[in-house]
């Protein structure tokens, strides 16, 4: 049983930067795709970012290309979300997720589980 927990959010200005952690524990932790996803209010969850066991393949959302870089780090069980030039509409509630297959790297949720509790993460002036 994989249990998955995030960290990290929090309010920020727009064009700040924040890191989120996804803590991934149980049976073969390091075998799963890692997700990272958002839910603004009012909207379904939107896949962010991903990446495979073994690092080498990554998918970004085209509206966080450039801004947001997703990492691991095998020996804490942990991924990372690091975002940067925040912007208003990146706000929401930001969760991990853990799947497998190759569908994964199309960023739909239906893939994905399970999930973490969420962190928050607010963009604001």
């Known amino acids: 049983q994989l249990h998955l927990v995030e960290s990290g959010g929090d309010l920020v200005r727009p064009g700040g930067s924040l890191r989120l952690s996804c803590a991934v524990s149980g049976i073969n932790a390091d075998y799963y795709v890692i997700g990272w996803f958002r839910e603004a209010p009012g909207k379904e969850r939107e896949g962010v970012s991903c990446?495979?066991?073994?690092?080498?393949?990554?998918t970004y959302a085209d509206s966080v290309k450039g801004r947001f870089t997703i990492s691991r780090d095998y020996a804490k069980n942990t991924v990372y979300l690091q975002m940067k030039n925040l912007k208003p509409e990146d706000t929401g509630v930001y969760y991990c997720g853990a799947g497998s297959g190759p569908r994964t790297q199309t960023l739909e949720a239906v893939y994905f589980g399970p999930w973490g509790p969420g962190t928050q993460v607010t963009v604001s002036s």
């Open positions: 990446i495979n066991r073994n690092g080498d393949s990554i």
